[in-house]
């Protein structure tokens, strides 16, 4: 049964809220107004604060794509993966402490779920080694493409974790997001190779884990749930790079391991940091609604492409492109009218 969103009456001229007459409200020289606000322009505001979250999110980690594409080229993928994850402490940490302000640190690290927060880590670590793994053959867009098939993993597996039910509409818009992910990257490209499968079992993995946040208790802190994914991924790609490739120590000048240093160290933070923005956003909102506007990354991508390697195949956007914005129109302008429209 559909429940009319309730009204917050701040004033209305001549009556106070206790509903007694007041004449100088009546007749003194402030004019108060009524204003009505309701919860369901709350929870639109909050769905668009959702957004902008996951957007920064992605737009960090698509950065940190570039930075891992650039590192491949020079050390395993594992290793990658391993610094990654410990150099990504640094920003857990700087959250957790805010989030404590530092008192009782040591509470805001406890998580009742801590199973769970660290197999969400090993499945990162698995995803990890197969993302990195695709930079050192694939281009960053063809990787981003592939990669950013996650929201139809998301849609999907939003329904046997978290018992969502999707619309027409919204798997309609998925699906329709998917096609200009299929248009952009065109049939006989690296797709369709080998090597084409590595980021789309890193999108399916990912998605497990994202999906799974909103498992966590509702008061959790938002950087322990990071800690403890944080935790689990370091012990995945150790062992990981322990029983599939060797460790490549940085070689060259002086200057070129603290370079070397220096990107790993940036990696860390734009994982760190892009994690905990999507992690946010994710725990605030239904993972069905945010899943489409994943595809702002493949934009975000091609953009960071032809900055840092020169990569713009403007030819493989159109017409994909008008397919994956049209699918966040679509959610958007469903999401709103669904707020205001009683059953």
């Known amino acids: 049964m559909y429940t009319w969103p309730r009204a917050k009456f701040t004033s209305v001229k001549g009556f106070n809220l206790a509903g007694k007459y007041s ?18 322009d709350a929870d639109w505001r909050a769905f668009l604060l959702s957004i902008a979250m996951l957007l920064a999110g992605i737009v960090m980690l698509d950065c940190m794509g570039a930075v891992a594409k650039h590192l491949v080229q020079r050390y395993p993928a594992q290793q990658i993966s391993l610094a990654r994850n410990i150099f990504g402490l640094l ?25 769970l927060g660290l197999a969400r880590g090993l499945m990162v670590a698995v995803a990890q080694l197969a993302l990195y793994g695709s930079y ?22 939003a329904i046997p974790w978290l018992g969502e039910r999707v619309g027409v509409w919204r798997w309609g818009a998925v699906l329709g997001g998917f096609v200009g992910v299929v248009l952009v990257i065109g049939p006989g490209t690296d797709m369709f190779t080998w090597s084409g499968i590595l980021p789309a079992v890193a999108a399916f993995l990912y998605a497990n884990s994202l999906v ?3 498992k966590f208790d509702h008061g959790a802190s938002h950087a322990a749930i990071n800690l ?3 935790a689990g991924a370091i012990a995945g790609s150790f062992i990981l790079l322990l029983t599939t490739s060797n460790a490549v120590m940085p070689g060259g000048s002086a200057a070129e391991v603290f370079i070397d240093l220096g990107f790993a160290l940036l990696l860390g933070g734009l994982g760190g940091f892009g994690v905990y923005f999507l992690t946010l956003a994710y725990r605030r909102t239904p993972a069905s609604l945010l899943a489409p506007f994943e595809y702002f990354g493949v934009l975000s991508a091609l953009v960071i492409g032809w900055i840092v390697f020169s990569e713009w195949p403007v030819e493989r956007i159109f017409p994909g492109v008008l397919f994956i914005v049209g699918a966040g129109v679509v959610i ?12």
């Open 23 to 40: 004449r100088e409200q009546a007749y003194g020289e402030r004019k108060d107004i009524l204003v009505i606000r309701t919860n369901a």
């Open 228 to 230: 403890y994914a944080q």
């Open 136 to 157: 050192r053959y694939l281009e960053l867009a063809t990787v981003a493409v592939i990669a950013y098939s996650g929201p139809l993993f998301i849609t999907m597996l």
């Open 332 to 343: 958007i302008l469903r999401e709103r009218r669904a707020s205001r429209r009683p059953a």
């Open 91 to 115: 920003p857990t940490f700087s959250i957790l402490l805010w989030e404590a302000r530092g008192w009782n640190i040591l509470g805001s690290i406890r998580l009742r779920q801590w199973r």
């Open 212 to 214: 799974l946040t909103r």
